[in-house]
Nanobody, 118 residues
């Protein structure tokens, strides 16, 4: 079973930046489309950014122009650079296989909490 481990969250002020990392145990990481999601308590998990094996990238409108997704296949890691953070970005952030291209891995990581507050 694939294991995912997110890290890099924290408490920041509006306008500041964070870089999240997610490492996958999948041996097929390099050919899998990956994505970042986020979830606020009592709401559905939201897809926010995706990157294919060929580095085709897309973003949700809510983060476009502020967030950048990237991947390092040698490290089986996907990153999310988050700039100009807003209080509305406060959530738990997760990575997983990109749901736009099929099922996600059944097991999600613990996520990493991002809190944007002055």
């Amino acid at each position: 079973q694939v294991q995912l481990a997110e890290s890099g969250g924290g408490l920041v002020q509006p306008g500041e930046s964070l870089r999240l990392s997610c490492t996958s145990s999948s041996e097929l990481f390099s050919i899998q489309p990956m994505a970042w999601y986020r979830q606020v308590p009592e709401t559905r998990r939201e897809w926010i950014a995706g990157i294919t094996a060929g580095d085709s990238i897309d973003y949700a409108d809510s983060v476009k122009g502020r967030f950048t997704i990237s991947r390092d296949n040698r490290k089986a890691t996907v990153y999310l650079q988050m700039n100009s953070l807003e209080p509305e970005d406060t959530a738990v952030y997760y990575c997983n296989r990109d749901s736009r291209f099929g099922a996600t891995f059944p097991s999600w990581g613990q996520g990493t909490q991002v809190t944007v507050s002055s």
